[in-house]
């Protein structure tokens, strides 16, 4: 299967159904090296969140502002802003207000962003005692940015552009997907919701691996969605 460069008409759907469908997607971003030389960094979604206007945990529950400006815009509009200080990845769904933030991926690796690119990203995203490993480049929200290049500046309420940054189906869909609460949601601001999705195969590569969780009980703290058709 030749991969599919997705347009904005895949996010017009709401959130929890597009955090879903985003996991096994792929994200593809050119940068330009000091040599001059052009390399495509590529990421697959393994970990997404949804956020929708009506709930607290959500950004846009607070108000329209112009920072979150993107979050009412159409749909497949780019969400970035400044989490702990560093960049973060969203992208808005259907319904004003509603987005999916793009909790954690893994290093894709093909023909058009071939081995060699996992140094690039490492040299974008290193570990304070060296090279961080590739398993780990993309476990965050803001590592995963980092890997790819990816920066508020650049990117915040702006569409993907085919030639520089993409989101690619690349003929993989997970076959379990993990369902659980959101990562640092206050008490109170609708923390109880499970509107965190996690590929069931790479759970172990994302932020916080919900599988290995002490306590937590299937069924009761987290559920397994079967989402192959």
């Not at 000091?34 to 970990?47: F, T, Y």
């Not at 023909?111 to 060296?130: E, K, R, V, Y």
């Amino acid at each position: 299967m030749k991969d599919k460069i997705l347009t904005t008409g895949f996010f017009d759907q709401p959130a929890p159904k597009l955090a879903i469908d985003l996991l096994g997607k792929v994200l593809r971003h050119k940068v330009t090296l000091p040599s001059g030389n052009s390399v495509w960094l590529a990421a697959r979604i393994i970990e997404t969140e949804a956020y929708e206007i009506s709930e607290k945990g959500s950004h846009s529950s607070l108000g329209f502002t112009e920072k979150r400006r993107a979050m009412f815009m159409s749909p497949g509009t780019i969400y970035m802003y400044y989490a702990r200080g560093r960049d973060s990845l969203n992208f808005s769904a259907r319904g004003e207000g509603n987005a999916v933030l793009i909790k954690s991926g893994y290093p894709h690796i093909d023909t058009l962003s071939p081995n060699d690119a996992i140094a690039t990203m490492q040299s974008f995203n290193p570990a304070t005692n060296g090279n961080r490993t590739p398993q780990k480049l993309c476990s965050g929200q803001t590592l995963l940015c980092r890997s790819l290049n990816l920066k508020v500046v650049d990117w915040n309420q702006q569409t993907m552009k085919s030639g520089r940054f993409r989101l690619e189906d690349v003929g993989y869909r997970p076959d379990k997907v993990v369902q659980c609460p959101r990562l640092g949601i206050p008490v109170g601001r609708d923390h109880e919701l499970t509107r965190r999705y996690v590929d069931y195969d790479f759970a172990k590569y994302c932020t916080s691996n919900p599988l290995s969780k002490l306590n937590w009980q299937l069924n009761r703290d987290y559920f397994i969605l079967n989402v192959q058709v």
